[in-house]
């Protein structure tokens, strides 16, 4: 590694990080989580594949999160995280959240993230580790509870029908 960030500054990097993820999330605003990146970032997606640059960020994170079920998430606080300064990195616990389906009930699925800090608020990689089969019940969870509160979207209910529903 070439040159190696301060714990301070990757600790405010992630912080900015967060706050920016809040504010996209709140806005719907997907393609802008993309700017958060260097240009020639990669993103390790388990269930989707491997992006290579920052438009091919764009485009995976825009299709993904504005439809079903990403475009239902609520927020994706973090449970925790560390930082490895050799390593210029940070691995957090991201909870994916639903919201209230109807019923009061809570859903949401964890997941992995290893973020890579390259410098001036960027990042040159990250890796969501996840267990998609996991993440595709909870989703299927919420979307009968969902539907039967009379809460589940069109889309939605296209989605329960392809899970077999």
Do not use: K
């Not at 299709?63 to 691995?91: C, L, Y």
């Not at 890579?116 to 990689?125: E, N």
């Amino acid at each position: 590694m070439d040159t190696a960030f301060s714990r301070a500054e990757i600790e405010q990097a992630f912080s900015d990080y967060q706050a920016a993820v809040v504010g996209i999330a709140s806005s719907g605003d997907w393609a802008s989580f993309a700017d958060l990146f260097t240009q020639d970032a990669t993103y390790e997606e388990h269930a989707f594949g491997s992006f290579s640059g920052r438009e091919a960020i764009r485009s995976w994170v825009v299709e993904t999160m504005t439809s079903f079920p990403g475009n239902t998430m609520s927020s994706f606080p973090i449970a925790w995280h560390v930082v490895d300064e050799p390593t210029q990195r940070v691995i957090c616990e991201v909870r994916n959240l639903m919201p209230d389906p109807g019923d009061g009930s809570t859903h949401e699925e964890s997941n992995l993230t290893i973020l890579t800090y390259a410098g001036a608020g960027l990042w040159s990689r990250e890796e969501g580790v996840y267990n998609p089969m996991r993440f595709a019940r909870m989703s299927v969870g919420w979307a009968e509870v969902a539907q039967a509160h009379g809460r589940l979207s069109e889309e939605g209910q296209t989605f329960l029908a392809r899970m077999g529903r």
